[in-house]
């Protein structure tokens, strides 16, 4: 596997080949320096260039930064693709394991970009285009205090969802149930334990879904990586069960913590209807 050097010094010659490519930028996980470092990082990479459309239209550029394992061009496909005009993306994955997000961008959308790259380390700008960028910071990350109303959506996010799993495993409907369980249910418990975390140490930075939470709460993260088997409607149904009594002991000790009101009866009623639900289903 090519070495971070040897990584940055070929996208840098390849940028130095292509005279069009006016400088060349690092965002992402590399340009934060908090941000342990491993193998599986992205090179999230820009070259700054005045129109993007001959590097589109003409690919043989990309062979330079090595054997592609496979690559996708998200802003031309369905849906997702990118009408503006000022960006378009290459999504790399080479050979030897690495991978490069290398993103063209034009001139003329250099702030637009920016707005939208809050941790930057520039490593190549001959024309001084990047000299607005702002100090590096990794605020835009960070989770603050709760409110009481964030709180309160959340729990009532958590308790309604809720009945929408008991609904698929009534039906035996383990996709609907299991879905709704992680990405809504469980999802809003990571919610409540960040703001734990916030409450015990000031603002901090979870990482995407969450992955550097449990940094903050070790003792929480065996507890809730019990929860994620949904292998069987019976798994899941047993996963319900301890998501719910989790999130409704977690949501009451922060409460307490936090001098905020928490929908006790609610929460208590759903857990009850829950219960009935799951006995009537094994009878």
């Not at 690919?59 to 090595?66: A, E, F, T």
């Not at 006790?264 to 009878?283: C, L």
């Amino acid at each position: 596997m090519r070495s971070t050097t040897e990584m940055t010094d070929l996208i840098l010659e390849t940028a130095q080949k292509l005279p069009e490519v006016k400088a060349v930028a690092m965002s992402g996980s590399r340009a934060n320096k908090s941000i342990p470092k491993d193998n599986f990082q992205d090179f999230d990479i820009t070259y700054i260039v005045d129109d993007i459309d001959p590097f589109i239209k003409n690919r043989q550029w990309l062979d330079k930064l090595g054997k592609r394992l496979i690559m996708q061009t998200p802003d031309e496909m369905g849906l997702r693709a990118n009408k503006a005009e000022e960006k378009f993306t290459f999504l790399m994955l080479f050979e030897d394991g690495n991978r490069i997000d290398l993103t063209l961008c034009s001139t003329s959308g250099i702030h637009p970009w920016l707005a939208n790259e809050p941790v930057l380390k520039v490593l190549s700008d001959p024309y001084h285009l990047l000299t607005d960028v702002p100090d590096v910071s990794e605020k835009v990350y960070q989770i603050f205090p709760a409110t009481q109303t964030a709180f309160a959506e959340c729990c009532n996010e958590f308790w309604w969802v809720s009945t929408y799993v008991v609904k698929g495993l009534v039906r035996g409907e383990l996709l609907y149930a299991s879905d709704h369980l992680y990405t809504i249910c469980q999802k809003e418990l990571l919610r409540l334990l960040s703001w734990e975390a916030v409450l015990q140490k000031g603002p901090l930075n979870p990482g995407k879904n969450y992955k550097y939470l449990f940094n903050f709460l070790p003792l929480k993260q065996a507890p809730f990586e019990k929860l994620l088997n949904f292998s069987s409607i019976n798994l899941c149904w047993q996963s319900l069960l301890a998501t719910q009594d989790f999130f409704h002991s977690e949501a009451q000790n922060f409460a307490q913590a936090a001098g905020f009101d928490y929908m006790n009866t609610v929460a208590e009623n759903i857990m009850d209807y829950t219960q009935e639900h799951y006995k009537a289903a094994q009878s």
